[in-house]
């Protein structure tokens, strides 16, 4: 890691760019919006009556802090270091996704806005925006894939039950990216009353930031609980990545602690050989999409491809910002599981430790081992379990060719 890489929290510049990432690329009619989020989450970081309105929603209402649990059976399966699971999975609505949703509906309400649209992959997203509107008594559209919709029937209930509008989105492949290209058009044409609740650390500026910020409370609780249990802080710290919004919550907090490892685990499909993954920085470039400048996958002419994951919330063709300048400057990992890795590592975590992870951390799951043996015994690696397995039940005895 470069030695003089400026503290954590000065990122990004003025211009919402993670060195040349980033950014604000969007239609001329949303940039007023975008300079009014971000003077009102300006406002509100530097308010303690927001911050403190937050903090109880998350403990009394998300269930924050969520469990560090030693998994111990893993551990011993793997050798190596002791394998910790951050147990996110636990929150109210059974992922991260709420943390952030809990902060930007209080943005929203704060900035008088009367309608919440969202777009989703897995439907977690999609399940944490219903869930805050419903408590909140605001109306919300979810914008989601048409080939997700299907493939995640149980959070499509969800939301409809929470009072939700789901919208199947049929462009393009009908997974995520095609879900957030809808959401925009309709931000574009409702900017007076909407807010758009953006689901991962990716978007205009101040969308990667913000969303780093509400999720940065999975790495602070870590490292709290480290230097309790240790006393000292994780040896790695590993996290699957579509967008890349848990992987940042947990990396945040630890990027300026250089002994520290963040690795990030992305979608490597039907293998990065083959143009089925979702792989954005190991099997893509620069470009522009959604707002802001990232490693996407792309064709020769720049046209972007459709991502491919066994996992809904994994197959977004891009990755935050902010990951792809840790990458470039060294600071983060970044490798890759395949489906069929995936898959394996899901059925061996319920099995060992009787824990149903989704199929986004079971990713993560895929590669830990190897990373245990990397850090070695006596060290500590800590696995963001960013979700609960109850959705992808169904999609998962589809691929192992069970009858339900």
Not at 126 to 137: E, I, S
Not at 156 to 184: H, I, Q, Y
Not at 240 to 255: E, K, Q, R, T
Request: charged share 20%.
């Amino acid at each position: 890691m470069n030695a003089s890489l400026p503290n954590a929290y000065a990122w990004p510049d003025a211009e919402g760019r993670f060195g040349p990432y980033g950014g604000r690329f969007v239609a001329e009619t949303l940039m007023p919006l975008i300079h009014e989020l971000d003077a009102a989450y300006e406002a509100a970081k530097a308010d303690p009556t927001f911050q403190a309105e937050l903090d109880g929603f998350l403990t009394d209402y998300v269930g924050r802090p969520s469990p560090m649990y030693l998994a111990s059976r893993l551990t011993e399966h793997h050798g190596g270091a002791d394998i910790w699971f951050k147990r996110d999975e636990l929150n109210h609505t059974g992922a991260h996704k709420v943390n952030n949703c809990m902060g930007q509906i209080l943005l929203a309400m704060r900035m008088g806005k009367t309608r919440i649209i969202a777009e989703t992959g897995a439907g977690q997203h999609g399940v944490a925006t219903a869930t805050v509107c419903a408590r909140f008594g605001l109306p919300c559209v979810v914008y989601m894939g048409a080939a997700d919709v299907e493939r995640q029937s149980p959070n499509v209930f969800r939301m409809k039950l929470l009072g939700a509008e789901v919208v199947p989105v049929t462009s393009g492949r009908g997974t995520l990216k095609d879900a957030m290209n809808e959401a925009m058009r309709d931000w574009v044409t409702n900017v007076a009353d909407t807010y758009y609740l953006i689901g991962t650390a990716a978007g205009p500026h101040p969308y990667p930031a913000m969303v780093r910020d509400f999720q940065s409370v999975i790495g602070r609780e870590v490292r709290a609980s480290m230097l309790a249990r240790r006393e000292k802080l994780p040896d790695a710290c590993v996290a699957a990545i579509g967008g890349g919004s848990n992987a940042i919550g947990l990396f945040h907090p630890f990027i300026a602690d250089a002994g520290v490892r963040l690795i990030g685990v992305e979608a490597a499909g039907r293998g990065l050989d083959t143009p089925d993954h979702a792989a954005s920085i190991q099997g893509g470039r620069p470009g522009v999409l959604h707002g802001n400048r990232t490693y996407l996958l792309q064709d020769a002419d720049g046209q972007i491809l459709e991502g491919h994951s066994i996992s809904a919330g994994l197959d977004y063709p891009g990755i935050g910002p902010e990951h792809a300048w840790l990458k470039d400057i060294g600071r983060a990992e970044y490798r890759a599981a395949t489906d069929e890795e995936a898959l394996e590592a899901f059925q061996l975590c319920a099995k060992l430790e009787g824990i149903i992870p989704a199929l986004e951390p079971s990713h993560a799951l895929a590669r830990v081992g190897e990373i245990a043996k990397e850090v070695g015994k006596g060290g500590d690696v800590v696995l963001n379990m960013c979700g609960r397995g109850d959705k992808d039940i169904f999609a998962v005895a589809k691929h192992l060719g069970v009858e339900l």
